[in-house]
T-cell receptor
Framework: AQKITQTQPGMFVQEKEAVTLDCTYD???????LFWYKQPSSGEMIFLIY??????QNATEGRYSLNFQKARKSANLVISASQLGDSAMYFC?????????????FGTGTRLTVIP | DTAVSQTPKYLVTQMGNDKSIKCEQN?????MYWYKQDSKKFLKIMFS???????INETVPNRFSPKSPDKAHLNLHINSLELGDSAVYFC?????????????FGPGTRLTVL
């Protein structure tokens, strides 16, 4: 089974509007971390935001916020006031504690296009 | 003052050749990784090194061998390159082995096997 599922291959948003990118995850580990990365066309991977499984509040970083619904195993990324520079691939990822492996499991990504 | 650097950025080579990709981090992290991103943009872990010891090795062909001369470096050597090895390879690093804390990625190496 996929550990991370991103069901939106592509999304469009009008500049200055908000957009939600969906992410669901699958784990039996009570301790895990959820991450979002941005990959612009230049190719680098840019860390955006982190949410821990025991965090009581949703994470926020500037225009990025994470809508964490633990019971539903979802960790959607909300980008407010979209800018043209937000056009990129966005990846949701998870790290589990019990595997000891430390690596990130990635979803298939969502390509966001911001329309002027 | 790049945090995680990789060389080369682009690598074009013939099938059957042997090549290496170098990775260095100056963040003082003790865990480093290699990921492969295929043509569909899917990222998958290949190797992870913690304090110079291999702690995971996913189902990667043994033509791929990671080498870590010290905590700041994790190089990837590939023998007998095949067409299917064409991909973007990312090096990453993180502090410790906890779930907390992001992984910092290098700029990637685009490998093309002809």
């Amino acid at each position: 089974a996929q550990k991370i599922t991103q069901t939106q291959p592509g999304m469009f948003v009008q500049e200055k509007e908000a957009v939600t990118l969906d992410c669901t995850y699958d784990t039996s580990d009570p301790s895990y971390g959820l991450f979002w990365y941005k990959q612009p066309s230049s190719g680098e991977m840019i860390f955006l935001i982190y949410q821990g499984s025991y965090d009581q509040q949703n994470a926020t970083e500037g225009r990025y916020s994470l809508n964490f619904q633990k019971a539903r195993k979802s960790a959607n990324l909300v980008i407010s006031a979209s800018q043209l520079g937000d056009s990129a691939m966005y990846f949701c990822a998870m790290r589990e504690a019990q595997t000891g492996a430390n690596n990130l499991f990635f979803g298939t990504g969502t390509r966001l296009t911001v329309i002027p | 003052d790049t945090a995680v650097s990789q060389t080369p950025k682009y690598l074009v080579t013939q099938m059957g050749n042997d090549k290496s990709i170098k990775c260095e981090q100056n963040l003082g992290h003790d865990t480093m990784y290699w990921y492969k991103q295929d043509s569909k943009k899917f990222l998958k872990i290949m190797f992870s090194y913690n304090n110079k010891e291999l702690i995971i090795n996913e189902t990667v062909p043994n033509r791929f061998s990671p080498k870590s001369p010290d905590k700041a470096h994790l190089n990837l050597h590939i023998n007998s390159l095949e067409l299917g090895d064409s991909a973007v390879y990312f090096c990453a690093s993180s502090r410790g082995t906890s779930v907390v804390g992001e992984q910092f990625f290098g700029p990637g190496t685009r490998l093309t096997v002809l």
